[in-house]
């Protein structure tokens, strides 16, 4: 059964679920985020997924916390992030694993709940981000082609090269939740990329960051985002 059958609606998903806080992470509904595990618990948390629902939340610390180097109880979470179903992973000689989640929808976290094992577990309200459920809602509002633009310019910055009948044929929902997971932003702008209301809202977001970001290193001055 494919994800878009099996999570139709908030109800589908589970309330408890482990999170995976890491800072500069970005995952987004239908698009896929690879990671590389080898700390125990987390190597932990991802075979209770694997012999359970198979879903871990992405979720950001808070950077003040995260970044603090004395002794301190486990950082503050932000208030959202995303569930992902845990869709292919393979383990290394060197005891790491190699996992792919794909996005499902954003939740907002209720509360930190105590967890049986040695990661973190919360429960999560993804009520607030039912049009998650929905693929593709809003491309018609995006900006495709400035998207595009800033995209390319992007990738002629970095001297990066892209299939372009691949990008050709991505929906715009695909180009842009990529594109924000792909991209060099702060923890503060990705948590912005994630937490953007809408499609169209997201995009604009992410042309404008991504502008900013290549006038600074042009030398220019760019626009504080509002």
């Known amino acids: ?22 800072s500069g992470a ?16 987390y190597l932990a948390m991802v075979d209770d997924a694997l012999s ?8 950001q610390p808070v950077q003040d916390a995260a970044e603090s180097r004395q002794p301190a109880p486990p950082p503050s979470l932000f208030a959202t992030g995303c569930a992902g179903r845990l869709t292919a992973y393979a383990e290394t000689p060197d005891d790491r694993m190699l996992i792919t989640l794909t996005g499902i929808a954003r939740f907002r976290l209720l509360e930190e709940i105590q967890s049986p094992g040695p990661y973190r577990l919360v429960e999560a309200d993804y009520a607030p981000f039912a049009d998650d459920f929905v693929s593709n809602l809003g491309e018609e509002q995006v900006d495709r082609p400035a998207l595009l633009k800033a995209f390319r310019d992007f990738l002629d910055a970095h001297n990066m090269g892209a299939d372009w ?12 939740n990529t594109f924000s997971i792909l991209s060099p ?13 809408d499609l169209k809202t997201r995009a604009d977001m992410l042309v404008a960051l991504t502008e900013m970001a290549l006038g600074a290193e042009r030398g220019g001055i760019g626009t504080q985002l509002q």
Not at 26 to 41: H, K, S, V, W, Y
């Open 52 to 59: 359970g629902a198979r879903i871990i939340g992405m979720i």
């Open 165 to 176: 009948d691949e990008v050709a044929e991505a929906t715009s929902e695909t180009l842009v």
């Open 185 to 197: 932003f702060s923890p503060i702008e990705k948590q912005a990329l994630l937490e953007a209301g």
């Open 26 to 41: 970005l995952l987004l509904p239908r698009a896929q985020l690879p990671l590389n595990i080898f700390e125990p618990r």
């Open 1 to 22: 059964m494919s994800d878009r059958a099996r999570y139709l609606t908030p109800d589908d998903l589970p309330r408890r679920i482990p999170v995976f806080p890491l």
